[in-house]
């Protein structure tokens, strides 16, 4: 009992264990052991994704993608955006949720300083009605930063109604 224990608290113990299951081909038992780490240790992305790739080769996409989606937030945050975008990536082939890859994406821009990459992806978000709360915010600040004020102001505003005035930027 004491190992079965030590190995359900330690989420970095999970994930050999998922290495071990998919070095042997166990697709289902790796994916279950690397979402247990996932969900015992959201700072470490990379146990989401070796979870994504085991429901992969499962052939469950559906469970992947959601997989896919812990990852490409996780190394979001962690400022991994080469990661995040290759699980953004993988998302697309899915066919995930194209809103919110676009939404991701326009970020990943912004966050790796291609402010024309990311004003075209913002623009297009805003064109289609789509906008999430971060985006028109980042959007009003890279316009706020080309003096267009008047513009930048209504994107600020609806940033702050989407969020709640709860934002974290």
Not at 21 to 26: C, N, V
Not at 102 to 112: I, Q
């Amino acid at each position: 009992a004491g190992d079965a224990e030590r190995l359900a608290r330690s989420p970095r113990l999970l994930n050999l264990l998922g290495h071990a299951h998919y070095t042997m081909g166990a697709w289902l038992p790796a994916s279950e052991a690397y979402g247990k780490a996932a969900a015992g240790d959201r700072a470490m992305p990379i146990y989401a994704l070796n979870a994504a790739r085991s429901l992969d080769k499962a052939g469950l996409a559906v469970e992947a993608a959601g997989a896919w989606l812990q990852a490409a937030l996780g190394f979001f945050e962690q400022s991994s955006w080469d990661d995040a975008q290759a699980c953004s990536a993988r998302l697309r082939e899915l066919k995930y949720d194209a809103k919110a890859l676009d939404s991701l994406d326009a970020r990943l821009a912004y966050a790796r300083g291609d402010t024309k990459e990311a004003e075209a992806l913002f623009a297009r978000l805003a064109k289609k009605k789509t906008l999430d709360a971060p985006c028109a915010y980042l959007y009003g600040l890279l316009r706020n930063l080309r003096g267009e004020r008047n513009e930048a102001l209504p994107l600020f505003r609806k940033a702050f109604e989407l969020d709640g005035g709860e934002a974290i930027y």
